[in-house]
């Protein structure tokens, strides 16, 4: 197959703008899987290691997007991302621009539209992992917006991530995909870190209670897919696991924390969630019944 420095695949030229920790990780991965990669950072010496690898610093943003078909950003910041494309003037007319900046989905969709208005094209990118991690196999990074991007630059966007994914049309959804990974996270930490206290405040190994409570812990992550199920039909009629039977266990979770002197903000925060389905009158229904609290306005 033959191919030149402007046109997509195994060798096109790629743009970077944006050197921090995470967008020199980037650059370093086009780099490293051969492409010519020009590099812009306000602060122009972050670039040195990168040159000394091989890539072109340009002295501009307009001079690197016009360097290049593929124009990746990744800077603090959407309103900084589109300051930095801007200054790039007519040079962003036919160009692909992914943005892996972190923000908000009304950002995204934000920078989204004002490139479409510029005659880029446009996807984002929401990348779930550290710097160290990007141009590994297992790494994610979800992208929302033009398909024909994606496809087209479907093997410089695999150095970046082995397990990169088209999620939407839309450039607002990867972001909230990223939030829900992370939402997901910080939900489960916290509830395994308070009970993480109650075992240690007793002297008990938390990696000892690990090993030994393991398949009840993955039966909890198993559950997952039917809450989403049930979340998604709207109903949370259930057979078993019926959140009145929750209750007794909240509450003396609640007990216990107080009379240990551990934090009781976490089980009662809980506690109050499931009492107030129960006062609704869905006792008989399961624990995703509870979405409804937080899809309230
Ligand atoms: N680091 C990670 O592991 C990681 C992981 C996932 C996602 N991310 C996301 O990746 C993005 C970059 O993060 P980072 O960790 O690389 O941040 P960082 O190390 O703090 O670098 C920030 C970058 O933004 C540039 N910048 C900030 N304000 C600017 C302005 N007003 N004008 C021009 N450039 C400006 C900086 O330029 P200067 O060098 O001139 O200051 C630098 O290139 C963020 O959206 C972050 O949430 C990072």
Redesign the pocket.
């Known amino acids: 197959m033959t191919t030149t420095a402007d046109q997509p695949g195994p060798f096109s030229s790629v743009t970077v703008l944006?050197?921090?920790?995470?967008?020199?990780?980037l650059a370093e991965a086009f780099v490293r899987g051969g492409h010519p990669t020009t590099v812009w950072?306000?602060?122009a010496a972050?670039a040195r290691a990168l040159v000394e690898r091989g890539a072109r610093q340009a002295a501009t943003p307009r001079e690197a997007v016009a360097a290049a078909p593929l124009v990746i950003v990744?800077?603090?910041?959407n309103a900084?991302a589109r300051?930095?494309l801007e200054s790039a003037g007519a040079d962003l007319v036919g160009r692909a621009v992914v943005n892996?900046?972190?923000?908000t989905s009304a950002e995204a969709r934000a920078v989204a539209g004002w490139a479409a208005e510029q005659g880029a094209e446009y996807l984002h990118g929401q990348?779930?992992?550290?710097?160290?991690?990007i141009g590994r196999a297992e790494s994610v990074i979800f992208y929302g917006g033009s398909a024909a991007v994606y496809e087209r630059h479907r093997s410089e966007l695999a150095l970046l991530a082995g397990r990169g994914t088209l999620v939407s049309a839309d450039a607002g959804v990867p972001t909230l995909y990223g939030m829900a990974v992370h939402g997901t996270m910080w939900g489960t930490l916290n509830g395994f870190l308070h009970a993480a206290a109650l075992l240690s405040n007793e002297g008990i190994e938390v990696t000892r209670f690990l090993e030994q409570a393991a398949p009840s812990v993955s039966a909890l992550l198993a559950t997952l897919p039917s809450i989403a199920a049930e979340v998604d039909r709207g109903e949370y009629a259930t057979p078993y696991g019926a959140l009145r039977h929750h209750l007794p266990s909240i509450e003396d979770l609640v007990r216990e924390s107080r009379a240990r002197g551990i934090d009781h903000e976490l089980p009662e925060y809980t506690l109050d969630l499931v009492g107030r389905a129960l006062d609704a009158g869905h006792a008989d229904d399961s624990y995703s019944r509870l979405v409804e609290h937080f899809q309230a306005r």
């Open positions: 944006g050197l921090g920790e995470m967008g020199t990780a950072n306000r602060t972050k990744n800077v603090k910041g900084t300051e930095i892996l900046t972190d923000g990348i779930l992992t550290i710097a160290p991690g």
